[in-house]
């Protein structure tokens, strides 16, 4: 469950699909706080995911398209990657861009 840190600032939090691939996705919240990024799944979902990680250890953020929806891929330094469809991504990516995250 989501609980923001002392020292820590929530600065969007915006219903996405964790995209796993093309027949499997997961409708959650994607949170971004000005230290991590949280993906945390609906309760209504038979497959239950939680992804957090140091806004940090970004490598880099992608946009990426797939049929009628569009989206962002994080890498991290460890090559993990995560995809992410949304509604409005540019949205996300300024936020993104203002924490100094490496955005291409």
Do not use: C, H, W
């Not at 796993?20 to 239950?48: A, C």
């Not at 409005?88 to 936020?95: A, C, L």
């Not at 993104?96 to 291409?104: F, P």
Request: aromatic share 12%.
């Amino acid at each position: 469950m989501f609980e923001l840190k002392d020292d820590e600032t929530l600065l969007i939090s915006y219903q996405v699909y964790y995209y796993i691939n093309p027949k499997e996705q997961v409708i959650g919240d994607l949170r971004l706080t000005n230290q991590r990024t949280i993906f945390e799944s609906k309760k209504i979902n038979l497959q239950q995911e939680y992804i957090e990680f140091l806004n940090s250890d970004i490598l880099k953020v992608e946009k990426f398209n797939q049929t009628m929806s569009k989206g962002l891929k994080i890498t991290l330094n460890k090559e993990q990657e995560y995809k992410f469809k949304m509604i409005d991504r540019e949205k996300i990516i300024e936020i993104y861009i203002n924490a100094k995250v490496n955005v291409v």
